[in-house]
């Protein structure tokens, strides 16, 4: 009998999201059990609302926005864009250097398939946003995951950066503010990486998708503006900043010296086409949305929930034996370490598993960001100040008595 398997392109690709832990509140949720979610980065289910002025602009647009667009986006949008690219001293992009997409997520598995053939290189962060490790395999490359160091506040590791790289790199993937780190990278570091790039003739990758969300009165430093020389393919989005993941609304920027990359911006603008366009009442509400900054910051200074809950989450994890966390400086992810030897703890993912069946609460192993070693794992601190005592009261509680068998 003829079965049908999934092509032999997806055998590598490595997206380790989803699995048993999933699987398992899959399982509770249909049983009608009630779960605590730290595992997801999608900020409506947890009662954040985006600006009104900003869904406004949306539904006023509908009736004008239902035809396919160009394909890299409507013109009001990319030009909203590129002025926002001003702001951030990203240097050289014109509305024609603008790709809006469903998602950055679209359009960065299209900056892979446009650029990489088999056996390309790019150089990836450990741990990952493991969408790019997934979009680098998928095109026929190999991630080639560079350290970011927990001692050193999870900031890139220069010297492994340095020391993988081959004459088949073709670029670095820079994920500033960090998923699932919540790291903010300082000038110096972002310095060495584009001289590492500017060395190599490497393209950079820019993931500053939570560029807005940065606390304590830090400021985001975009990598584009540091490397006007180089090509800095830069993405972002409204899906964090403004609390609105379901509309599917990313963008992707090509900054900075472009005249070596005739090639692979044909390849990008083929890719585009071939979607025809991304969803056009999202991309309508883009000048609204980057018009209205003010809203997003509410949520980043004391008294704020975004800042409330991460302070609430540090200490948490502080007052539990075994565990230790780099605060936060951005976004709204941290990654704690497990002292796993006290716990005895091989497999992270087990470990996720257990808590989940004990104790209701769903985070994500520290595997799913391709770090190696089971002594990480992933906490979303969306959910309220209430929920989130109610998890990390039962994580002191589990850990009190926890042993890997
Ligand atoms: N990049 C990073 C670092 C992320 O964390 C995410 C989502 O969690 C994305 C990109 C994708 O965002 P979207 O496709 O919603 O724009």
Known sequence: MRTFEKSSKLDNVCYDIRGP???????????????????????APFGFRAPDAVI???SNNLTLTEGYSDSKGLFSAREAIVKYCKLKNIPNVTVDDVYTGNGASELITMSMQGLLNNGDEVLVPAPDYPLWTASVTLAGGTAVHYICDEQSEWNPDIEDIRSKITDKTKGIVVINPNNPTGALYPREILEQIVDLAREH???LFADEIYDRLVMDGHEHIALASLAPDLLTVSFNGLSKSHLIAGYRCGWMCLAGDKSKAKGYVEGLKLLSSMRLCSN????SLIPAALDNLEDTKKLLVPGGRVYEQRNYVVDAIADIPGLSVVKPKAAFYCFPKIDIKKFNITDDEQFALDFLKEKHI???HGKGFHWDEPDHFRIVYLP???DLKIAMEAMKDFMATYKQA
């Not at 832990?21 to 900020?43: Q, S, W, Y």
């Not at 056009?280 to 991309?283: D, F, L």
């Open 21 to 43: 832990v999933m699987d398992e509140a899959d399982r509770m949720i249909a049983a009608g059990e009630r779960i605590v979610k730290l595992n997801i980065g999608n900020p």
């Open 56 to 58: 406004d602009t949306m």
């Open 201 to 203: 003739e490497l393209i």
């Open 280 to 283: 056009v009442p999202a991309q």
């Open 362 to 364: 769903l985070f994500t």
């Open 384 to 386: 309220c100040v209430d």
